[in-house]
C-alpha cells in the first residue's frame, strides 16, 4: 500500500505561478511512475504529466512549455512547477503513483489539492 499527500495549492492570477509537490509513503518501490493529473468541474480526471524511475518525463500538449514535472527519490517525492498558469488550468490536481513489482502493477492516487487561476 502506498499513501499519496498532496500539497502546494491555492489561488493564483493568471501568468503566475504555482508548486506542487506529493509524497509518497507506504510500500513504494524503485521502479515506479510518478505523475499529475487534473480534474475540471464536469470533466473527466486527466493525466498531464508523468516521470519513471529514470527520470523521463511525458507532458500533455496543453502543459508543454509552461509546467515540469520533477521528482526526488530519496523523498519519494514529485514536484510539479506550473508556470504561466491560465485559468483554464483551474482543477483539482491528483498525484499518481504506479508501483512496478515482477508480479504486478499497483497504482494509486492522491486527495487531490485545488488550484485556482482567476483572471
Known amino acids: 500500500q502506498v499513501q499519496l499527500v498532496e500539497s502546494g495549492g491555492g489561488l493564483v492570477q493568471a501568468g503566475e505561478s504555482l508548486r506542487l509537490s506529493c509524497a509518497a509513503s507506504?510500500?513504494?518501490?524503485?521502479?515506479?511512475?510518478f505523475g499529475w493529473a487534473r480534474q475540471a468541474p464536469g470533466k473527466q480526471r486527466d493525466l498531464v504529466a508523468t516521470?519513471?524511475?529514470?527520470?523521463?518525463?511525458n507532458y500533455v500538449d496543453f502543459v508543454k512549455g509552461r509546467f515540469t514535472i520533477s521528482r526526488d527519490n530519496a523523498k519519494n517525492t514529485v514536484y510539479l512547477q506550473m508556470n504561466s498558469l491560465k485559468p483554464e488550468d483551474t482543477a483539482v490536481y491528483f498525484c499518481?503513483?504506479?508501483?512496478?513489482?515482477?508480479?504486478?502493477?499497483?497504482?494509486?492516487w492522491g486527495q487531490g489539492t485545488q488550484v485556482t487561476v482567476s483572471s
Open positions: 507506504g510500500s513504494t518501490v524503485s521502479i515506479n511512475v
Open positions: 516521470t519513471d524511475s529514470d527520470g523521463n518525463t
Open positions: 499518481y503513483y504506479k508501483a512496478v513489482r515482477s508480479w504486478a502493477r499497483y497504482e494509486y
